[in-house]
């Protein structure tokens, strides 16, 4: 049995309170919830939530008693940033869906040489949109954080080869395969991974990222398409984070 609907704000705080337009929306058009029903208030940037009773409803907004705040119930075991080479729209769409299900802590859009997509000016609020919208649906208290679209040098510099960060060059070619080395790290220990587009990481790509101290490793004979790899990868970290 489902719980009570999970409402996505910008902020949770104890007491009488209205709900912005979207999330008024959402509660009594889209759910057609009454006076007296139940839902849980989350913060997706603060990972905390709270239970909320409805006390009123008008054309335009839900007001709402709040209960005391408290963290967020379910949280990823880890940190993980996924730096994911662009490609069609509505593949990077699925991807930051199921990287938002799967755990991801930071999505980071790259431009590959290969890449098929380039992103338009203002992607990553709509990725990010995306995000919070997966997060209530599978019960996530947060939302990982979406940069916007960079370089792939840059991105590895920045997110994948930081101090207390283990990184991996996701490459079909490498002989050193994923699961052996992911086994070998404590759950404590944050990861990223990088992973190319359709045509893969062009040579010098793979050499920026061993550079940057990354690893490069393969997921196994098959070749997966970029979105399945977002997938296949972050599975893996979750049942070994467990």
Known sequence: MR?????????VEAGPSILD???????????????????????????????AEITAIDRASVA???????????????????????????KFDAIVRDATELGASR?????????????????AARWRRIAVEAARQCGRGDAPAISSPMELVEAVQLFASGEGVNGFCLDPAADTPLG????????????????????????????????????RVSFGPLTLRAETVCAAVLGAVVLLSR
């Open 3 to 11: 719980g009570p609907l999970r409402v996505p704000v910008a902020r």
């Open 21 to 51: 337009e979207d999330a008024s929306r959402y509660v009594a058009r889209v759910h057609r919830k009454r006076l007296g029903d139940r839902v849980v208030l989350f913060d997706p940037d603060r990972a905390i939530e709270a239970d």
């Open 64 to 90: 709402v008693v709040v209960e005391a705040p408290r963290a967020a119930t379910f949280l990823p075991a880890r940190r993980v940033t996924l730096l994911q080479a662009t490609c069609k729209s509505d």
């Open 107 to 123: 999505v980071v859009p790259i431009n590959a040489e290969r890449s098929v997509g380039r992103p338009a000016d203002g992607r």
């Open 180 to 215: 052996p080395a992911l086994r070998r790290l404590g759950p404590e220990v944050e990861l990223a991974f990088v992973v190319g587009p359709e045509g893969g990481l062009s040579p010098a790509e793979i050499e920026a990222c061993t550079s940057a101290g990354l690893a």
